[in-house]
């Protein structure tokens, strides 16, 4: 089993909608997550950690959910340049330090 | 406004051949990494140096060595190319290795898409 795992999608989203999607993560001793963002054929660039108390950065928000082991991003008011692959990251913990394991990603695909 | 730096950015290999992926950065990071991305699977580390002067092992490292050169440069090395290195390489680097209780964000170059044949 994968220790983080995403819907590869793609989402389709119609501009102005609202997408959501999570990412499951294994090891329950894990203690900060993070959503990537990478666009096509680019590098992976932080979109925004993700805290316990959930947060939110525009028009992004992000939720961890503990008991159920994932993290959720929503995008509202969605744009085409929120195209992208959103990967989620979970920081480990089984080693001296916490080496961060990436899931495959979720497509989002803005249309107008 | 460099970042991370890593060339070359396209690559074709024949098995058995070497080569080298170099990767600079510019922000006095301390800690630095190669990953590989493969269709659907998320970033695979490699090799990491959490400071100059070390070097170890991440998930996938059989295959590859690695250099780092000084504090700006981690170096990759493919000493006989298989078709199953062919993927796509990321530096990346961090002031410091993300231990728990520190944000460190990473930040990665642009990639080097690599096809051994």
């Known amino acids: 089993r994968k220790e983080v795992e995403q819907d590869p999608g793609p989402f389709n989203v119609p501009e102005g909608a609202t997408v959501a999607f999570n990412c499951t993560y294994s090891n329950s001793a894990s203690q900060s997550f993070f959503w990537y963002r990478q666009d096509c054929r680019k590098e992976p660039k932080l979109l925004m950690s993700v805290y316990s108390s959930g947060n939110e950065d525009g028009r992004f928000t992000a939720q961890l959910n503990r008991a159920s082991q994932y993290i959720s991003l929503l995008i509202r008011d969605s744009k085409l340049s929120d195209s992208a692959t959103y990967l989620c990251?979970?920081?480990?913990?089984?080693?001296?330090?916490?080496?961060?394991?990436f899931g495959a990603g979720t497509q989002v695909v803005v249309t107008p | 406004n460099a970042g991370v730096t890593q060339t070359p950015k396209f690559q074709v290999l024949k098995t058995g051949q070497s080569m080298t992926l170099q990767c600079a950065q510019d922000m006095n990071h301390n800690s630095m990494y190669w990953y590989r991305q493969d269709p659907g699977m998320g970033l695979r580390l490699i090799y990491y140096s959490a400071s100059e002067g070390t070097t170890d092992k991440g998930e996938v490292p059989n295959g590859y060595n690695v250099s780092r050169l000084n504090k700006r440069e981690f170096s990759l090395r493919l000493e006989s190319a298989a078709p199953s290195q062919t993927s796509v390489y990321f530096c990346?680097?961090?002031?410091?290795?993300?231990?728990?209780?520190?944000?460190?964000?990473?930040?990665f170059g642009e990639g080097s898409w690599l096809t051994v044949v």
């Open positions: 990251v979970v920081k480990g913990t089984r080693d001296s330090w916490g080496k961060l394991q």
């Open positions: 990346a680097s961090s002031e410091s290795l993300p231990y728990r209780s520190s944000g460190n964000t990473i930040y």
